[in-house]
């Protein structure tokens, strides 16, 4: 457990509104500053006290996917909100008790994966893992990524292809994931050729041991990973729904 903190000290331009997208946008830029500087090392926690010449202070706070998922930065938000209500209140910070720590979770879900049945599924996930024919690695190693091999490409829907994609996920009842899924086979086949491709896929890790453990109060990272086979076919001879149809099949099946 993180007991201590070191707590990043800045100041932004003076004479800017509260609120105003300038001022969001200089706290983003020096909490993303001091993220960077640890990008390195696994950094759970990133803290920093932004202040402003003329206006509000505020606390910024970047928590490490590794360490937290999106249920447990709720609850350290309202546990924080929680903590401060209270000291201004003049109270002692009184939260609520954790019922099952993460570790517990952990050592379950090990012993978990030597269940017989569980070990009775191992043929058919060595099967899917063999299928694949598409390696994205262009040199063939499998090291371990660092900082410099990750390059992020930021786009956005614009108002017509967001509304087109909403009416499809309503119509349709799919989840975005096999929208996702199947514009990446799509995009891989173009730059491929074609072929099988093996993807991880993260499911919620909370869920797997659900009921026997309380992790409505647990930080922690829960991710339940498993791969399935992408078939990344050309353009034409698919239709959009066929395509579809075939992600919603391949990720079902698991």
Do not use: M
């Not at 970047?62 to 930065?73: I, P, T």
């Not at 899917?128 to 490409?153: E, K």
């Not at 309503?170 to 086949?189: N, S």
Request: with cysteine; hydrophobic share 45%; charged share 25%.
């Amino acid at each position: 457990p993180v007991e201590a903190l070191d707590v990043v000290v800045a100041e932004i331009d003076a004479g800017i509104e509260a609120g105003e997208e300038t001022q969001r946008r200089q706290v983003r830029e020096l909490l993303d500053d001091a993220v960077g500087r640890t990008a390195d090392a696994l950094v759970p926690l990133v803290a920093a006290y932004v202040a402003t010449p003329d206006g509000p202070r505020y606390l910024a706070l970047s928590v490490h996917g590794l360490v937290a998922d999106n249920e447990s930065r709720e609850i350290l938000l309202t546990d924080l909100f929680t903590a401060f209500g209270q000291v201004l209140a003049g109270e002692e910070i009184n939260l609520a008790p954790v019922a099952t720590p993460w570790r517990d979770w952990s050592q379950l879900s090990v012993e978990l994966a030597a269940h017989p049945a569980v070990l009775a599924t191992r043929d058919y996930w060595l099967g899917a893992t063999d299928s694949a024919n598409i390696q994205l690695v262009r040199d063939g190693s499998f090291a371990r990524p660092s900082r410099s091999h990750l390059t992020r490409i930021a786009t956005a829907l614009d108002d017509k292809q967001t509304t087109e994609l909403d009416d499809a996920r309503r119509r349709l009842t799919f989840p975005l994931e096999h929208f996702l899924l199947t514009a990446l086979g799509r995009t891989v086949a173009q730059v491929t050729g074609g072929g099988t491709l093996l993807v991880d896929l993260v499911g919620n890790g909370r869920a797997v041991l659900r009921p026997e453990l309380d992790l409505r109060r647990t930080v922690g990272t829960f991710a339940a990973i498993h791969p399935i086979t992408l078939q990344c076919n050309a353009v034409s001879g698919y239709t959009a729904r066929e395509r579809l149809e075939t992600i919603r099949k391949t990720v079902t099946d698991v």
